[in-house]
């Protein structure tokens, strides 16, 4: 065991969480994580009100948490407060916002006894999150899978928290961004963080809810083949604030639009054509939508093998027992 700060506030065995990924991250996957120690967390992304009812139900009694984007949650109105609310009427084990205010989603869930976990890019985010009156913050670097924004993990990490250390020393540090082995673990807490979150190393779970397709793609591909880009969300139609963007595997259908997005925003047959190669998990037209870490892993595992398996490599480089193989 590696015990830290935040496996003794949140009661866990482990100081890894898994990141609640937008239609990936479903019950299942939550389920094993937090079955293994660590925690698990269901992606509530955009707030499709039947795929988390689905998704929670699948995560059966195991203790979980729920992440929003948060200005989807804010976009949504009433009916996203609706959403939220019904979530936090579960006791899930922890909200997780992203990506916008925390404002009134924060403090509803503070109402209802539920803490809340803040992921951020930089340290003015940092600073309101904690004004907001998360429990932990999430310093996500750019290596990350999914959307994110330019600040690397390896300088983002410390400097969050010596800030925290400064301003806020009662507030958590997870580190985000490239960290999916006992390495990245290792490091993580050598930088001053409390524990992970990973996405990359969960996405590549058997519990992940992944076209097979888009497995075997990314199971042979290196972190060179990732990329930041808006193409994704332009070809789902999904108007995202400017400032974050999102890493994924290129494809050449993507490097035919890149430069000329405008294009196709403005060509629906293309659009459909991405669209449905996503739903086949056509890696060829829709690339994956994972981090650098891609290129760390090679195999399909069960979750609770994964987490293991970080836990004992992190274990014996705290240890001083690790050697190059």
Known sequence: MIRTRLTDRLGLAHPVVSAPMARVAGGRLAAAVSGAGGLGLIGGGYGDPDWLRHELAQAGNARVGTGFISWKLAEAGAQGEALLEEVLSRDPALLFLSFGELGRFARMAQAAGVPVMAQVQDLAQARAAVQAGAIALVAQGTEA??????????????????????????????????????????????????????????????????????????????????????????????????????RGMRTDFQDGYEGRLEALAADETARAEWLDAAARGDAQIAGPIVGEAIGLLRQIRPAATILETMIAEAAALLGGGWQRN
Do not use: K, Y
């Open 145 to 246: 899978g999914g959307h994110g924004a330019s600040r690397a993990t390896l300088p983002l990490v410390p400097e969050v928290a010596d800030m925290l250390a400064r301003e806020a020393p009662e507030v958590l540090l997870l580190a985000a961004g490239g960290i999916a082995d006992g390495r990245g673990l290792a490091a993580s807490l050598m930088l001053g963080a409390d524990g992970v979150l990973c996405g990359t190393a969960f996405w590549a779970a058997e519990e992940a809810l992944v076209p097979e397709g888009q497995r075997r793609a990314a199971m042979a591909a290196s972190g060179d083949a990732t990329c930041r880009s808006s193409l994704w969300d332009v070809a789902r139609g999904i108007d995202w604030p400017d400032q974050w963007n999102l």
